[in-house]
Nanobody, 119 residues
Framework: QVQFVESGGGLVQPGGSLTLSCAASGFAFSTLSMSWYRQAPGKERDLVASISTAGINKNYADSVKGRFTISRDNAKRTVSLQMNALKSEDTAVYYC????????????WGQGTQVTVSS
């Protein structure tokens, strides 16, 4: 059974940093691109960043380019999101899923991890 467990969220001041982590199970992790998504209150879930199978290719939403870094550890079956220079508009619940431009399992999401950027 495919499962995602996100962690690392919290309350941070504008300009601060957080690192999110996602543990994945139930599928051949190293054979799939992985992505981070986020959903702010009252808004749709949006793609934030994607990483290829070996971690060589990465793609970011324009809103986070230069501030966020996605990485993965295939041996540990984890994907991480380092977030720097956080802004209030980064406040959202963050999720991971398989895939590059769209979620591989659109009906199977983890509980997500809440990121709140506020002074």
């Amino acid at each position: 059974q495919v499962q995602f467990v996100e962690s690392g969220g919290g309350l941070v001041q504008p300009g601060g940093s957080l690192t999110l982590s996602c543990a994945a199970s139930g599928f051949a992790f190293s054979t799939l691109s992985m992505s981070w998504y986020r959903q702010a209150p009252g808004k749709e879930r949006d793609l934030v960043a994607s990483i290829s199978t070996a971690g060589i290719n990465k793609n970011y939403a324009d809103s986070v380019k230069g501030r966020f870094t996605i990485s993965r550890d295939n041996a540990k079956r984890t994907v991480s999101l380092q977030m720097n220079a956080l802004k209030s508009e980064d406040t959202a619940v963050y999720y991971c899923n398989g895939g590059w431009t769209s979620p591989r399992w659109d009906h199977n999401w983890g509980q997500g991890t809440q990121v709140t950027v506020s002074s």
